[in-house]
């Protein structure tokens, strides 16, 4: 989760079995479709508030079925976040997922994240080079049961390092289980109860509480939902529950800040990429992107873990972000009439406030509420006694209208329209706009996150998902933590989301 956690909206409770619970009501509900549709969703096992609420607060555990995965996952979690990850420096962590991924019988391929900047000699064959750590993202899928005779050169050796010239095929039509392994600083050790728990320390996980809290930097944020994904597709796995062949997971680097990391596995999937050799590059010198539908690998659906309170996120706003530049003229305070002296600091209070009286109509829609204005900073003028010459703001822009792709243009659009209406625009301007428009994800009713995630830097047609462990509202804080109970909610509701995904 990237940084601007402001708002939930629409809140109603999902997924929220008890993994106690869970296990005995599994027998009926895995047979039942999830509804596709919205209007269905009262026929949806996700869906059951009666169960929800009863375990809400993770009271009464002496009735309560400690799962059997307690240990595994606790354990897993608790590693990770001993684990310093602060972005960039994600090396550590990517090796111990690989490791612990390897030993569930996963094949694991490992791959760099090239720095943006240096586009040197990044294949220096010295991977003990001290000189900057290498990032990985960590990508993992069901070694092949037995010799069915397909590829074998993958899952023949375990961990590979991934092959940059050969396309992940294996992936296509997989469900895939996303996270990041990257965390905001600075670092904070692992506790329970607000106890520092040292990595030696011995800790019977079978006996805490399903309110006792687990804490420490990403013990939420993302950290929960990575331990959470990998014991959810074990325990799938183990009991033959989906096909060994229709999932995979994927751990990406970077995405508190560039997102580089789930960028870098987008562009892997994209076909062309690869085929450098004969057609491609004869038809545009523009690079290719824009002509036509581009090929890539397909995924069916993507299941992000980010913390959602184990809500499944509709998706979350787009957002613009921009500086608003006035220029104007100097000259002396007592005589603005004169010379055509005219103030910036005076026009760009002009230009936000047109901005910000804006707001409902630079557009609204019923899934993702009102776009909407932060003004987060002011600079301008030298003196009170002098005609400011040049005044800005850094704007921040949640959209809520459009689409991915075209949200951002349209409310830019507005933006400027907006603007040409204050003194005819003279002097205003939006510079440096980027950003993007809301995302999307299949939900049965939920909630709206206000925060930006890797989802949209995954491109494809596949079904997304945005679902973890954990409130936003702590997750970047010195108190960031979740209990046990939560921890083990989601690993039930991955379980259901996959099968949903999968068709079951
Ligand atoms: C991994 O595979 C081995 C050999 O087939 C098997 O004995 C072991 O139980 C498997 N482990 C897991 C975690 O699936
Ligand atoms: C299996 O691996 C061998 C040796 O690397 C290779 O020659 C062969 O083509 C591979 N077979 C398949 C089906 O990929
Ligand atoms: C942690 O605190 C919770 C709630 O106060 C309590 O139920 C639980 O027993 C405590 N666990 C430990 C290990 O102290
Ligand atoms: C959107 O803005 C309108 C008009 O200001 C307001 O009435 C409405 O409550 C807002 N909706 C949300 C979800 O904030």
Redesign the pocket.
Known sequence: MRANAQAF?LLSVQLGLSAGQAQQQQQQQQQRPLAHSPHLIHNSPLQDHGLASQHQNGHGSSHVVVPSYRSSLLSLHRALVNIPSVTGSEHDAALLLRDVLIRQNYTVALQPILPASSSSSSSSQSTSDAGSPRRYNVLAWPAAASSSGSSNSSSSSRSSRHDADAPPTHLAHRILLTSHLDVVPPWRPYRINETAVPPSEEVDYASLARATRLGGRGSVDAKAAAAAQVVALGELLARGEVRRDEVALLFVVGEETDGVGMKTFSRSLSLSSFSSSSVSSSSSPAGGSASGKEKRIPLRAVIFGEPTTNLLACGHKGILLATLRAAGRAGHSGYPELSGARSATASLVRGLAALLDA??ALG?SERF??TTVNVGTLRGGVAANVIAEQASAQVAVRIAVGDKDTGLALVRERMEAALRRVEGGQGLRLDGVMGYGPVECECFDTMVASYGTDVPNLDGDHVSYLYGPGSILVAHGEDEALTVGELEDSVEGYKRLVRHAAGY
């Open positions: 909206l707001q409902p609204s509420g009102n």
